[in-house]
């Protein structure tokens, strides 16, 4: 499947798994607008290409997940609850993360 096809089903699904390579592709295409280091599982990425927002992270089970996010506001929101989980994670709360909602 084409990362065109995977970036066109954002649409109609809340998530699209990349492979390494895919990952590479959308990198050298897009714009990182913020990136974090989870210190867990590795990067999470705002991401712009053309007029599209993207969140890409990496699930602990070592998934490259891409969601599409409609603003800049709503991806930093979501970056900033994620990292607060990560925060919570990194003092052994036992917390985890549903990747695939």
Request: hydrophobic content about 35%; aromatic content about 6%.
């Amino acid at each position: 499947m084409s990362m065109e096809i995977k970036i066109a089903g954002l649409k109609s699904r809340s998530y699209t798994l990349l492979s390494k390579t895919e990952l590479e592709e959308l990198l050298t295409r897009s714009e990182i607008l913020d990136q974090r280091d989870t210190l867990i599982c590795g990067p999470i990425r705002i991401l712009k290409q053309d007029r599209l927002l993207f969140i890409q992270e990496t699930s602990n089970q070592d998934e490259i997940i891409l969601r599409s996010i409609n603003s800049l506001d709503q991806a930093n929101q979501f970056v900033q609850e994620r990292m607060k989980i990560y925060e919570k994670m990194w003092d052994g709360c036992g917390c985890k993360i549903d990747y695939y909602r």
